[in-house]
């Protein structure tokens, strides 16, 4: 556990030492604010002109849903552009440890394999949940000028968060395979992207495969997440989906094998 | 205190090393010595878990490479080939990560880092990022690490490498004061280095190990003759007929140097210094130099290599 801790904590720290993180947070946060601000101002938009005729033509007005028309589809965006990030979070976890060599410190030191991979793994995820801050920021300003649901966004976060983890497991099993970052990197874009389009393909199969693939496709799990339905199958899902990649990192760097 | 026993290991269809076997005793400084490619590195990697052998097995301060390889973690120290530094972190910020891996206990860390940090002379660079420090430095740094939680066993692969002539004698001293209290094994492919720092060596060529035995008998069993360079201002006649009546030398060198000035090897059956100055001054030679000549590793190499089994 203090080992564990110790990965974790290097290795969260390492994010900030370099500059490439906070090219990444800088490139997450203005893409997540421009979607945010065109979102935004195409609802205030459409606000206006409800009122507007609801004034002409003297009726009540509308009252656009806000977590339909803004929260839920900002989602979406916020988990597309973290398909594209994620990959360049994850590709230095591993990559990095084996090119400048310090996997020999590692691997000589008593700590198990399992707790290299999970610190690794949740320094990932933390970094990825400050990515997320700015656009909690955002929401908040939802919030304080207006009246949206809060238990949507809450469930859009765990959403988000889940999807989050299993991108960072597939993508950190990619970076234990290669010393290669760039290569950790297209890879694990590449595995998520697959994930992702999966889903796609399942309307051009038999009736057989269909259901399989709809199950794997890692996005057909968030719809509920950004409406505001939690739902266990779908935690089930991410969860055993972050084992999985988790289990084959294990397995890529015990290719060594011993006996405890 | 270590235990060796016929360790082989392929990478591939390769043979790095094979049927490496040799002892270390507790508290001494053991030398591994050999040539580039020889295997040094690979015995080390499988010594401190970081690897298993494809056939062998090893113990560690009692404890079995496979049966118990998180105790061998524990009480062992290494130092690899390259240090295995995090180059965007300070010198005490790694120290106090690889404290925590070692499991340093939490109120210790602290005392834990300063000791191993003086015994380094990194004090001055402790605040600094590893990244930017000298390669000497750097290799400090690695050295650091493996003293932390004040291991029974320490593994140095080629510890001195790259540092200058000043360092290394630092260096040299410190691992010198390790002996006693720990059990150290030291790889290098300079004899000089081996001699003045172990008591025992192991010799490894091709994989194999040529031989076991302290450093004081492995030189004199390879003293079945001796070696001198001469730097003599005078022609190479008389000086020929100044050595003639030493029938102890076997074979003479001439090599021309600027100015009539000759560089002369001499190979004797024994030690003859004393006989070659005196005649040399008397037939009024200018002799400018004469220095025994050390056997080097590639002397070594032959010897044990050519001739059948010395070990
Ligand atoms: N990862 C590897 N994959 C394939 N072959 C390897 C690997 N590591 C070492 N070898 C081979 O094993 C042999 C022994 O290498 P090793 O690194 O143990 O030698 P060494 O004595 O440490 O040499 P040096 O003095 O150059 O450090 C060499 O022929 C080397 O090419
Ligand atoms: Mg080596």
């Not at chain 1, 959403?159 to 290669?180: C, K």
């Not at chain 2, 192991?202 to 994989?207: H, K, L, P, R, S």
Request: charged share 20%.
């Amino acid at each position: 556990m203090k080992q564990t801790y110790a990965i974790f904590q290097r290795e969260f720290k390492s994010f900030f030492y370099s500059p490439v993180a906070y090219v990444i947070l800088a490139l997450f946060t203005a893409l997540t604010g421009v979607f945010f601000y065109l979102y935004l101002s195409s609802f205030v938009q459409a606000s206006f002109m409800d009122m507007i005729r609801s004034q002409q033509y003297r009726m009540a007005p509308q009252k656009l849903n806000v977590n339909l028309m803004l929260i839920r589809p900002y989602f979406w965006n916020i988990a597309l552009i973290s398909l594209f990030t994620l990959p360049t979070i994850t590709m230095r976890l591993y990559s990095e440890e084996k090119r400048i060599g310090t996997v020999e410190l590692l691997y000589t030191s008593p700590i198990t394999p399992n707790q290299i991979i999970i610190g690794k793994f949740l320094a990932g995820l933390a970094f990825y949940i400050v990515l997320l801050l700015p656009t909690m920021f955002f929401q908040a300003l939802l919030f304080v000028y207006g009246n949206p649901e809060f238990m949507p966004v809450l469930s859009g976060y765990i959403g988000l968060i889940l999807l989050g983890s299993a991108f960072i497991s597939a993508g950190l099993f990619i970076s234990t395979t290669t010393e290669n970052q760039i290569i950790a990197a297209i890879g694990g874009f590449a595995l998520s992207l697959l994930l992702w389009v999966v889903g796609w393909g399942a309307n051009f199969v038999g009736p057989g495969l269909k259901p399989i693939l709809d199950y794997v496709s890692i996005i057909n799990h968030f719809e509920d997440f950004a409406q505001g339905v939690i739902d266990t199958s779908h935690i089930a899902y991410y969860i055993l989906f972050s084992f999985l990649g988790l289990y084959f990192s294990l397995k890529t760097i015990e290719s060594v094998k011993w006996r405890a | 205190m270590i235990d060796v026993k016929g360790l082989t290991r392929y990478y591939g269809e390769k043979r790095a090393i094979s049927d490496v076997t040799f002892h270390v005793n507790k508290g001494e400084i053991l030398g591994l010595l050999g040539p580039n490619a020889a295997g040094k590195t690979t015995t080390m990697r499988i010594l401190t878990c970081y690897m298993p052998p494809t056939s062998g097995s090893a113990t560690i301060g009692g404890f079995d490479i496979f049966e118990s390889s998180m105790d061998v973690r524990r009480i062992t120290g290494y130092l690899p080939e390259n240090p295995p530094l995090y180059t965007d972190m300070r010198v005490d910020d790694y120290l106090d990560f690889v404290a925590k891996l070692k499991g340093v206990e939490k109120d210790k860390q602290a005392s834990e880092i300063d000791r191993v940090i003086e015994k380094t002379s990194l004090g001055e660079v402790r605040k600094r990022i590893i990244g930017k420090l000298s390669k000497g430095y750097k290799q400090r740094v690695g050295l650091a690490q493996s003293l932390l939680n004040d291991p029974d066993i320490i593994i140095l692969d080629e510890p001195t490498v790259g540092l200058d002539p000043k360092q290394i004698i630092e260096i040299r001293d410190l691992i010198k004061n390790l002996r006693g209290e720990h059990t150290v094994i030291l790889s290098s492919h300079i004899l000089p280095e081996i001699e003045q720092t172990c008591e025992r060596v192991v010799i490894i060529n091709e994989g194999k190990v040529v031989a076991e035995d302290t450093v004081d008998n492995l030189t004199s069993r390879l003293k079945g003759g001796q070696r001198m360079t001469l730097l003599v201002e005078g022609n190479e006649e008389r000086v020929r007929k100044s050595l003639q009546p030493i029938t102890d030398i076997k074979t003479l060198n001439f090599e021309s140097q600027k100015d009539g000035i000759w560089q002369i090897s001499v190979e004797s059956e024994k030690d003859v210094r004393k006989e070659v100055a005196r005649q040399i001054v008397s037939a009024n030679l200018g002799l400018l130099e004469l220095s025994p000549d050390r056997f080097t590793l590639e002397d070594i190499f032959l010897q044990l290599t050519t001739k059948e089994e010395v070990a």
